[in-house]
């Protein structure tokens, strides 16, 4: 297959919008004369920044399954469930506070049934 007949399948693969996209890409790659000076791959790299493995070599990788791959990540097992507890809330700010100070800030809460009750409590 020939560069240009694998942009084709590439572009006839695009949505509209994406098509559009890249029409105005390429065209100013053009204007700009990138493409006869050989500076598209760059521009595209400084806007993107560097790839770390090309897609060939990403898709040629052995499919590896979760314990080799946390190994080789280094991630290891929890040992105890509070380890995946964060301490993100804030100790002055309880749920009857916390609802009013989102309904004030037009958040819409998915959690309308963790509303505190006229006791306090979620209801």
Known sequence: MTIKEEL???VDRLGDEQAMETLAFLRRLVRQGEVVHGKASASL???MGP???SGRAFHAQPSMN???LA???GVRPVAHFD?????FWPEE???PTFWPGQRAAGKPSRYTHLRPTASG???
């Open 121 to 123: 409590t979620p209801g």
């Open 83 to 87: 380890e995946l507890l964060g301490n």
């Open 8 to 10: 084709h399948s590439l």
């Open 51 to 53: 790839r770390t493995v």
């Open 45 to 47: 790299t400084k806007r």
């Open 66 to 68: 979760l314990e080799a």
């Open 93 to 95: 700010e309880n749920v």
């Open 71 to 73: 190994a080789q990540q």
